[in-house]
C-alpha cells in the first residue's frame, strides 16, 4: 500500500510600500548655483548674493508644516557656512528669506510658501588669502513635514 505525507512550511512575504513624497525638490533634479567670475577683494557677505533657482511642491503634505535643512561640510572658522573644498578661507552662506540658515540645522517655513533660497561667498577675514581658480561646492536640501 501506499502512504501520503504531507509537509508544511511557512512562507513570510514582506516588502515596503513606498508613496509619494510629500515634497518634490526642484523635480527631483540637481541645483545648480554658478557665482561666474569673482573679485576675491569684493567678497564681503554681500556681494554675489545669488538667488538659488530651485522648485518646490509640498502640495501632497498632509499640512503645512514643513521644516528644511542644508546639509553638508561646515567651515573650519565658522561651521554654519558651507565649506569650499581646495579654499580653506572661503566658505559659502546659505540664507532662507533673508536670514542666515546655518549648515545642518532645521528651519521651519509654511509649505504653502516657497522659501527664497540665497548663496552668498564669505571670507574667513578681510585680509584672508582666497585661492585664485575654479571653486565648488555641494550640499543636500532636505524638506520634511511636520
Known amino acids: 500500500s501506499t502512504v501520503n505525507a504531507a509537509s508544511t512550511v511557512t512562507v513570510n512575504i514582506s516588502g515596503t510600500v513606498l508613496g509619494s513624497p510629500p515634497c518634490v525638490i526642484n523635480n527631483d533634479r540637481l541645483i545648480s548655483v554658478f557665482f561666474g567670475d569673482v573679485q576675491t577683494a569684493d567678497i564681503d ?3 554675489k548674493n545669488i538667488t538659488i533657482p530651485y522648485s518646490l511642491d509640498c ?3 498632509v499640512t503645512n508644516q514643513v521644516r ?3 546639509k553638508g561640510n561646515g567651515t ?3 561651521p554654519g557656512l558651507l565649506a569650499v573644498p581646495g579654499n580653506t578661507e572661503l566658505g559659502i ?3 532662507k528669506d533673508g536670514a542666515a540658515l546655518a549648515m ?3 528651519a521651519n517655513f ?3 510658501k516657497q522659501p527664497v533660497l540665497q548663496a552668498v561667498l564669505i ?3 578681510q585680509n584672508s588669502e582666497i585661492k585664485n581658480g575654479t571653486f565648488s561646492a555641494s550640499a543636500t536640501l532636505l524638506v520634511e513635514y511636520q
Open 104 to 106: 545642518n540645522t532645521w
Open 45 to 47: 557677505g554681500r556681494y
Open 93 to 95: 552662506s546659505i540664507k
Open 123 to 125: 571670507k574667513r577675514a
Open 59 to 61: 502640495s501632497r503634505a
Open 76 to 78: 573650519w572658522f565658522l
Open 68 to 70: 528644511m535643512q542644508v
Open 110 to 112: 509654511d509649505g504653502s
